[in-house]
Structures are given as structure tokens and as C-alpha cells.
């Protein structure tokens, strides 16, 4: 330690490989962390064998150890590197439970290193449930009503005294992993079992599925300063994980009173409990009375306090690593603003919209129910004025085949109560369905459980959406409905499709008749900035979103260094995900170095990318081609780089190219050759490159034809996909027929590629970089799997 008390040498855990609940946003925190403490002069050490994160790139950390963050290891880089002092709340459930174990073996007395921030007793009275509501019955803070146990016996005895419905809960698990409802011993045996298998101790907890969820972020110091810095609803009842929820924020359903009542109660918890730094509280709140219960409190930064960070654009882990160093919040300044302190509760004139991306389609045999434990790998955060314009355009970012609330033409249901009562992953396209079919507010509100308020504003779009189903053509709507659809997060496209319906297969050319028309009306968007202060304060800042809810831009476009723009990866989902965002900060840093305004399109709260710090200019918004070109004629830049954001930069190449935009990197019809697989084979027989004998897709008969040639097992690949969806090996002719059907849908206008399957074959990859087809350097890698 240093005269004043600091550390000389800090140890952060990261959290490791990408888990279902564990994900990016903690590549996210444990930078900002790092970063808060090299800026000290302090040498920092990360151990996370996560190869694809930013924060084991070079020059995060002094010191990075590719190695699992378990006792055992950690224990060895300690003793290697003897560090002052050690964060654990910047790498997840993972580096919580390794330096609980850390303290309980004796390691960290041993080797003299100090845990800062929120001390290790703290972290063990928030994850030991017994222990958990023993410390808020001190403070007569409500808990629900649970029982710890330590056997299937002891968990039936539990659930017979409670009274059935009950949950069941591992404790130190993360995103709800072995936790589940159950309303009878038999459910309760088989989820007791799986939670065991997680975690020695289980909690029996009393259902209260059907009421509200709320969260508050809280921040405190140890000088017992405290600030709320965000609250958030779920749009869901208790019951769905959180992690599974549509969550807004701030609040939009709860009386002010209920809004007081749960931040003091929040920061009472804090300060009882002794945090230092930053926790998430959870409640539930009873929607016909002002009662509570505290449903867990995390003392450690979450994916909700991702979202929380991002959506309010305060700091959350700088500040908590800064706390973490024995600042006080009087101590530091609002990193956004640079003008306000830190000990400052942010103000929100916009509502932000977090909705989870899942990817259950890829499993076979998975339940989409959704319920207590986490299923989601990725979600989004959408920004805008109002709910309708916000759940539109987070509607649109999940990419999931659907275009906002209204669009959902796909989606077969037979019984509607039974779709709403049991939640999947389509619910919210569900209750479009329900609205359509002549379910009222009152109706989905008793199957659903939902507060009525998100439902009404649910049914403004749908309102909106059959006033513009009731036109033919364009010269029909009037400015005001065209602004009024607009302002309800409506795209062009959705609205061209509500005005054509199925009269045209060109919907691209229809939505750029949509954009003309409308510019001709003198509707655009604006930019607004997301400067923590509500603009009660004046702020220049770099964190921006595009509204239809405004009349000027909140910034002038008059920059002197020419721009270039990076096209972010969107949602993490299989396949893409925490690798692009490392891709994306590496190009703005580069953009940077080079002398040009960098700026970022995406809209993932887990990334490092969509930091307030990371480039000039971050649009939270649309990787749309409507949103893209609104920025692009806004920047005016030098070039857009496509190349490392994965799927959606590259699917918007050819549009971008004919609009005469400069694809700084492979050109537009480089990519396409690539990515249309009709193409890239064709190219290959010209060039007398080896490949499997091939055909594209015409009809089933012509498949027919060639697979007798060639005999099974062929593999099906459909074009401009990501990480092989849709792509399927096929053994008989049933097979063929179901994945040409699924290839054709995921790849729409784009060929279908049938190609002898070679069998046994080893698998060999090339990665390269090159100019002008000249390979400057390249890694050669082998699997171990066949291909």
C-alpha cells in the first residue's frame, strides 16, 4: 500500500467464458473498472481467460492471466504477483464465488490482499439466503416468506408450511440457474434435484407470481453517501427472470409514492448491509396495495446495472471501482457531463426499452416457455420519447423476423388464452395477435397479469397501424398521421407494408417511396443527447439516439476533422457476440489514432462499444438501413466500416452501395460474392478452386435430380447468415424437404445452396489480412472435430 492508504498492485476477476446470464456486460464493467484504476497510477492484473473481450486486449491491464478464474489458479497469480488488493464485483457470479472461496480458504489473509469495495461478510449476507433475510429483519425491511434448506426432505417440509405455489432457488447461482415454480411435491421433487445439483443450500420461497418486479440501482460510498442512480419496471409480472423481461426504465406504471417508499427502502438496505460501491435491489410489488418484498439484493455489478449505465449514461463501474479506492462520491465528477459531481442522481427526459434476444430456435426439443431462470443470450436497448417509440424500435433490434409490434404475419397461433397465459419468447407478438382477434385492454391484462398501462399503449400502435392498413396508397396520409406513426416508433418499411399489404414483393423500394414521401412532408428525426441531467444543466455530450419526438438537433454538424462510421454487431445472439464488440473498439481506437472523428451505430448495453468514451460520437440506435441512412446524411463521413460488426453491417452492404455510400475495406460486391452462396460457388469453379459438387435451389425436383447424383447425406446452406443458421446436413429426402423449407425462409431473397456432404473430412481455417487480394498476414488453425 502507498502512504495514502491506496493500493500499489490491484488483482480484478474477470468472469470467463460467456454464459447464458453472464455475458458481455461484464467485459464491459471490468474495463471501466480498469480503467478508473490505471488512471490512479495503480498497476492492475486481470485474470479471464476470455479471449474475445476487450479487457484482456493489450493495454486495458498492465498484467492479463489467460487463466480460469477458480480458487485454485487465482490463488497462483496471487502468490506470483502478491497484488494490495482484489475487485470481485466486475466479473459476474464467477469472480463473487471464487473470492468468497478465496476468503473462506484463507488466501487472502495469507497473502495480505485487501477485498476493496464492498467487504467479503457483505457479499456472503446478500448470497446466503438465511442469512440474506436475517439482515433485513434487523432494518423490518420485508422479505418473502422462504425457507433455506439443505435437503429434498427438508425442501418438501418447507413447501407443506409455506403453502403451494412456492419457487425454488439455488443459492450463489446465477440467471436463475435451477430455480422454477412448482405447485405440487412432485414438481417440487424434480426441481429440487436440478437446484441441488447447482448449489449446496436451496431456497423455498412463497409464489408471488402476478406481481409487479422493480429494480433500483444504488451507489454508495463509505462515507455512508448513497444515490439511487436509476429505477426499472418490468414490463412482465413476478415470475418471468428478469433477464427474461422487457424491462423500461424509468418507471412508468408507479404512483410517486410507491417511487419514494422503494428508493428509501433501497437505500436503507445499502447502508444496513454495508455495500461500497454499487448493488442492485429487487422488489416485488403488490399491484393492488403498496405492499412489498425484497427479492434479492446484487453486490455486484449485473446485467442490470449494464442496462442501468447505459440507459442513464452514468458510469456505474468507473465510479464503483473509484469508491472501491476509498473515494467519496463528493470526490469525483460525472464523467458524462465533466461539470456535475458524481454524488448526482441522474435525470431521464426520454424512456429507454430493454428487450431480451433469444435464440431457441437453434435447440431442438427446447421449451420457449419462459419462466424463472434465464434463456435470453443477448438483448437491446432502445431509446425514445415515449413507450410506443421505444418497444418499436427494441421490437425491430431483436431481429428475430419480426418489424416492431404489429408485424407478425408469421406467427401461427391456435389458442390465443392459453398463448398469453403460458409467456414464451413471442409474447409480446402475442398480444399484437390478441388485439387483432378483439381481446380487450381488460381481457389480456386478467390472462397476463400486465399493467394495463403498457397494454393501452400497445393498443396506440395497433390503433395507429389499422389507420394506415386503411389506405391504399401513399397521397392518402396525411402529415399528421405520418408524424403521429412516426412518433410511434413506426418504420418506413412497416409502413409500407400496413399501406401495400401483399399487393408487392418489392417491400425495400416501397419503404425508400415511403422515406421520399415523407421527407416531402418535412418529417425527419432529430438528435437528442443523452446528457444524465434531463438538460436541466448544460452538457456537451457524445451519447445520442434520433427521435421523431422534437424540432431541432441538440448538436451542430459542423466538425472540422472528417468522420468515419463503424456499424456495431447489434444483440449478442449464437454465434455473434462478445468477438465484434472487441472488433468495433479496435476500429474506433484506430479511426481515432489515425486523425478522424470516430463514430458508433449499435445499440447492445452490454458492450464496451456503446461506452460514452470509446469515440466521438455514439448513435444508441437502429442498425437499420432507414436509421443508418438518417446518421450517414447527418455525418456526411469519409466512409462506413462494415467489416467488424459481424451479420448485419454485411446485410446492409448492396443498399448502402447503391446509395452512393463509401465501404471503406471489401467492397460492396466483394461481400455479396461471399455471402451469396450461389455466387461464391460459381466463383470457385470459375477460379478451379476444389469444392463439393453443388447446385442452387430452384425447385424440389431439381434437387431431386442432383442428390441422386451426388447421394446423401447433402448439406443444405442458405445465403447472408450468421454462424451456420438454417445450415443442416440431410440424410433422407424428408430431411431435404424440411431444411430447404427452413434454408428459404431464413435466407428469403437471397439462393439456396445444396452441396455434396463430405464425411470424415478434417477442417482447416484460414484467417487473413489483405490488400487488394495481397495477404499481409494470416493464422492458420485446425479442429479437432471433423467438419
Known amino acids: 500500500m502507498t502512504s495514502n492508504g491506496k493500493p500499489k498492485k490491484v488483482l480484478v476477476l474477470g468472469s470467463g467464458a460467456l454464459k447464458i446470464g453472464e455475458a458481455g456486460e461484464f467485459d464491459y464493467s471490468g474495463s471501466q473498472a480498469l480503467k478508473a484504476i490505471r488512471e490512479e497510477g495503480i498497476k492492475t492484473i486481470l485474470i479471464n481467460p476470455n479471449i474475445a473481450t476487450v479487457q484482456t486486449s ?14 485454485f489458479f487465482v ?3 496471487i502468490a506470483k504477483e502478491r497484488p494490495d488488493g482484489i ?44 442469512l440474506f433475510v436475517e439482515k433485513l429483519n434487523e432494518i423490518n425491511v420485508k422479505t418473502i416468506a422462504s425457507e433455506a434448506v439443505e435437503s429434498i426432505e427438508a425442501a418438501r417440509k418447507a413447501a407443506k408450511h409455506l403453502g403451494y405455489p412456492v419457487i425454488i432457488r439455488a443459492a450463489f447461482a446465477l440467471g436463475g440457474l435451477g430455480s422454477g415454480f412448482c405447485d405440487n411435491e412432485e414438481e417440487l421433487d424434480i426441481l429440487c434435484e436440478k437446484a441441488f445439483s447447482f448449489s449446496p443450500q436451496v431456497l423455498v420461497e412463497k409464489s408471488l407470481k402476478g406481481w409487479k418486479e422493480i429494480e433500483y440501482e444504488v451507489v454508495r460510498d463509505a462515507y455512508d453517501n448513497c444515490i439511487t442512480v436509476c429505477n426499472m419496471e418490468n414490463f412482465d409480472p413476478l415470475g418471468i427472470h428478469t433477464g427474461e423481461s422487457i424491462v423500461i426504465a424509468p418507471s412508468q406504471t408507479l404512483s410517486n409514492n410507491e417511487y419514494h417508499k422503494l428508493r428509501s427502502l433501497a437505500i436503507r438496505i445499502i447502508r444496513h448491509l454495508g455495500i461500497v460501491g454499487e448493488c442492485n435491489v429487487q422488489y416485488a410489488l403488490d399491484p393492488e396495495s ?46 458524462v457531463t465533466r461539470t456535475t459531481p458524481a454524488f448526482f442522481e441522474p435525470a431521464l427526459d426520454y424512456c429507454v426499452c430493454k428487450i431480451p434476444r433469444w435464440d431457441l430456435g437453434k435447440f431442438h426439443g427446447v421449451s420457449r416457455e419462459l419462466g424463472s431462470s434465464m434463456k435470453s443470450v443477448g438483448e437491446v436497448m432502445a431509446i425514445g ?47 399484437s395477435k390478441a388485439f387483432r382477434a378483439g381481446y380487450s385492454v381488460d381481457d389480456i391484462h386478467n390472462l397476463t397479469r400486465i399493467d394495463k398501462w403498457f397494454l393501452s399503449r400497445l393498443k396506440n400502435i395497433l390503433n395507429t397501424a389499422e389507420e394506415l392498413e386503411s389506405h ?99 444483440a449478442y445472439r449464437i454465434g455473434s457476440s462478445v468477438e465484434f464488440d472487441w472488433c468495433g473498439v479496435n476500429a474506433l481506437n484506430t479511426i481515432r489514432r489515425e486523425g478522424y472523428d470516430s463514430v458508433m451505430i449499435n445499440y447492445n448495453p452490454e458492450t464496451v462499444s456503446t461506452d460514452y468514451d470509446e469515440c466521438d460520437r455514439l448513435y444508441f440506435d437502429e442498425l437499420t438501413f432507414e436509421r443508418v441512412m438518417d446518421i450517414l446524411e447527418l455525418e456526411n463521413p469519409m466512409g462506413v466500416i462494415l467489416s467488424t460488426g459481424g451479420q448485419i453491417p454485411n446485410n446492409l452492404a448492396v443498399r448502402l452501395d447503391q446509395e452512393r455510400i463509401r465501404i471503406l475495406g471489401t467492397s460492396a460486391q466483394s461481400i455479396d460474392n461471399a455471402e451469396d452462396r450461389h455466387k461464391f460457388s460459381a466463383m470457385l469453379d470459375r477460379l478451379g478452386v476444389d469444392q463439393p459438387a453443388w447446385r442452387e435451389l430452384t425447385s424440389i425436383e431439381d434437387i431431386d435430380d442432383f442428390v441422386r447424383e451426388v447421394g446423401y447425406p447433402v448439406l443444405v446452406r442458405p445465403s447472408y447468415v450468421l454462424s451456420g443458421a438454417a445450415m443442416n446436413v440431410c440424410s433422407n429426402h ?37 490488400r487488394n487480394g495481397e495477404i499481409i498476414a494470416y493464422a492458420i488453425s485446425e479442429h479437432i472435430e471433423f467438419a
Not at 493489450?58 to 480458487?71: I, K
Not at 459476474?92 to 473462506?104: D, E, I, K, P
Not at 434454408?743 to 489480412?769: L, T
Open 472 to 570: 391504399t396508397d401513399l397521397e392518402g396520409i396525411s402529415p399528421e398521421l405520418m408524424r403521429m406513426a412516426k412518433q410511434q416508433g413506426f418504420s418506413d418499411f412497416q409502413i409500407a407494408r400496413a399501406v401495400w399489404k401483399h399487393d408487392r414483393n418489392d417491400l425495400e423500394q416501397a419503404s425508400n417511396e415511403v422515406r421520399a414521401f415523407r421527407l416531402k412532408q418535412g418529417i425527419y428525426p432529430v438528435v437528442k443527447q443523452i446528457d444524465t441531467l434531463a438538460a436541466e444543466f448544460p452538457a456537451q455530450t457524445n451519447y445520442l439516439y434520433l427521435t421523431y419526438h422534437g424540432v431541432e438537433h441538440d448538436l451542430s454538424y459542423h466538425t472540422t476533422k472528417p468522420a468515419v462510421v463503424v456499424l456495431g454487431s447489434g
Open 290 to 335: 403498496e405492499d412489498y418484498r425484497v427479492i434479492e439484493v446484487n453486490a455486484r455489478l449485473s446485467r442490470s446495472s449494464a442496462l442501468a449505465s447505459k440507459a442513464t449514461g452514468y458510469p456505474l463501474a468507473f465510479i464503483a471501482a473509484k469508491l472501491g479506492l476509498g473515494y467519496g462520491l463528493f470526490d469525483l465528477k460525472n464523467s
Open 87 to 130: 475487485l470481485l464485483a466486475f466479473g459476474g457470479q464467477t469472480a463473487l464465488n471464487c473470492g468468497v472461496a478465496l476468503y473462506r480458504q484463507g488466501v487472502l489473509d495469507r497473502y495480505n490482499v485487501k477485498v476493496l469495495g464492498t467487504p467479503v461478510e457483505t457479499i456472503i449476507a446478500t448470497e446466503d439466503r438465511e
Open 75 to 77: 490463488e497462483k497469480v
Open 385 to 431: 420519447r415515449t413507450f410506443e417509440e421505444a418497444i418499436q424500435k427494441g421490437l425491430r433490434m431483436i431481429g428475430q423476423g419480426m418489424h416492431g409490434f404489429c408485424e407478425n404475419k408469421e406467427l401461427v397461433i391456435k389458442d390465443i388464452d392459453a398463448a398469453l397465459k403460458a409467456p414464451t419468447d413471442t409474447r409480446v407478438f402475442v398480444i
Open 734 to 770: 424428408e430431411e431435404l424437404e424440411r431444411f430447404l423449407k427452413l434454408a428459404a425462409n431464413v435466407s428469403q431473397k437471397h439462393p439456396v445452396v445444396v452441396s455434396q456432404f463430405i464425411e470424415h473430412a478434417k477442417e482447416v481455417e484460414m484467417d487473413a489480412v489483405a
Open 58 to 71: 493489450e493495454g486495458v491491464a498492465d498484467e492479463v492471466y489467460f487463466l480460469p478464474v477458480t480458487p
